[in-house]
């Protein structure tokens, strides 16, 4: 295994002082990406009647970013491999730092979704190649897991966090602060990130051969264009309803796409994807698990959100402290995660995850219409988070692992491209359950939350079926 300045050497057990800057760095720069996934949930509101959205546009504000980060991610992640995942990097905090400018001074709706868009590609860019900076500057074993253990914990963590700051900032100075934000924080990381973090052998290697391989165009442009049709269908089937023509036909398109793209793989010279990769056990598997992860848990956190605020009816800012809890759970399970991996294997350590996960989830049907459920919620979201988060940490070590350096961007890309589907997929598809579930919210709630902690156990069942096949060739 190579070090961050290309010379081979045995895998560690402990991290240097060089090592922690770097991390430090790329944690902050994880973390700052993670809350703008969520910052301006709570000002949508505020922002419509300050710009004139109307109230059916609003839901265009978080589809602006979700598109281009979703779907970009695979194609960006596959670039950093090629031509260098520093310089990724940087370019995703330049395009950040001008599209949070641009939302935070936006005086018009096609201004503020503009800056939306650049920094949901920004996300794309910078995410996939911070997190391949970080799983090939650490061996594959304790060292790794510690660092996913961190960057899993903050990202959790990053997500509740959004929600709370963007209540706050809203609430004492104003929504453009939310993007405002980002600005100082992008600017300080393009100016140290260049002494930090050095491309080592393979930036050298990444340039040769980005001088000699072709990037897969007919690969960028159909998974590119499949991608962004399935989250535009998603998005759309969520505010819509799932017979919505537009939906359909954007799911339709997905489809033929993503099946175009599967078959241009299959001849291309350099894929963008190679098969190969795809192949692997561990790479599609962890996904799956990685997929029923994020998907159970955000749009849980979509469900707790509904019964705080409209059945026992807490403001917006109590809400995000309230599910603040909830992120204390995944930071505690974030860092408990390389400990549990070591114990129990990767796999193992995710399905121990979705099971403490769907236990907690199931005990959440113990909610009713008053505020003397509020410990349960609290407790079991805590319990929930950390294991969501061993969960996480482990599909990001599976996922990633038994790949040379030259493909960990492909991989964590992919990783990427896992959670962000999964969040724009959970959210309506649970809210459409609860909304078709019962008579009342909370039977809506309650009907969603059953078929939630179901798909976590059995995500579990899977995660445990493989394991019993592999673990003899291995664990």
Do not use: C
Request: without cysteine; glycine residues 14%; charged residues 10%.
């Amino acid at each position: 295994m190579a070090t961050l300045t290309g010379v081979a050497a045995p895998a560690a057990t402990r991290m240097t002082s060089r090592h922690r800057l770097i991390l430090i760095l790329l944690l902050g720069v994880q973390f700052m990406l993670a809350i703008d996934f969520s910052i301006l949930n709570v000002a949508l509101p505020v922002v419509g009647e300050g710009l004139g959205f109307g109230l059916g546009s609003l839901q265009w504000i978080a589809t602006a970013f979700a598109l281009p980060a979703a779907g970009f991610t695979l194609l960006f992640g596959r670039v950093a491999d090629l031509f260098g995942r520093r310089r990724m990097l940087l370019t995703g905090m330049g395009l950040l730092a001008i599209g949070s400018l641009i939302g935070g001074l936006a005086t018009s709706p096609a201004l503020l979704l503009t800056g939306r868009v650049l920094q949901g590609l920004a996300t794309a860019i910078a995410t996939p190649a911070a997190l391949s900076l970080i799983t090939t500057s650490f061996p594959e074993g304790p060292l790794r897991n510690r660092a996913l253990g961190l960057s899993g914990a903050l990202m959790s963590a990053g997500f509740t966090a959004g929600a709370v700051l963007g209540g706050v900032l809203t609430d004492l100075l104003s929504w453009r602060w939310a993007f405002l934000v980002n600005v100082p924080i992008a600017v300080f990381v393009l100016a140290v990130a260049p002494l930090v973090i050095t491309e080592g052998g393979h930036g050298v290697r990444a340039r040769r051969v980005a001088r000699g391989v072709r990037l897969d165009v007919p690969g960028a442009i159909t998974v590119t264009g499949g991608l962004l049709a399935l989250v535009y269908g998603i998005t759309a089937a969520g505010s819509q309803g799932w017979s919505d023509p537009f939906a359909l036909g954007a799911l339709v398109l997905a489809a033929v796409l993503l099946v175009a793209f599967w078959m241009t793989e299959r001849r291309a010279p350099a894929p963008l994807v190679p098969l190969h990769v795809l192949a692997k056990r561990t790479v599609t598997w962890g996904n799956i698990g990685g997929f029923i992860a994020f998907a159970t848990e955000t749009s849980l956190v979509f469900l707790m959100t509904l019964y705080l605020q409209q059945v026992l009816g807490y403001s917006a800012m109590a809400t995000g402290l309230a599910l603040g809890v909830l992120g204390a759970g995944t930071f505690a399970g974030g860092v408990a995660a390389p400990r549990i991996m070591a114990r129990l294997g990767g796999r193992w350590a995710l399905a121990a995850g979705l099971v403490l996960q769907a236990a907690a989830t199931a005990a959440l049907l113990g909610l009713g219409e008053t505020r003397s459920g509020l410990p349960l919620i609290l407790v079991a979201t805590a319990i929930g988070g950390f294991g969501n988060l061993v969960a996480i940490v482990a599909f990001m070590g599976t996922a990633t692992s038994g790949l040379p350096d030259e493909e960990q961007g492909l991989a964590t890309g992919l990783a990427t491209l896992t959670q962000q589907v999964a969040i724009t997929l959970g959210i309506p598809v649970m809210s459409a359950i609860a909304t078709a579930g019962g008579g009342s919210v909370l039977g809506g709630i309650h009907t969603a939350t059953v078929v939630n902690a179901a798909v976590t156990l059995a995500g579990a069942a899977l995660m445990v079926a493989f394991l019993r096949r592999r673990a003899n060739t291995e664990d």
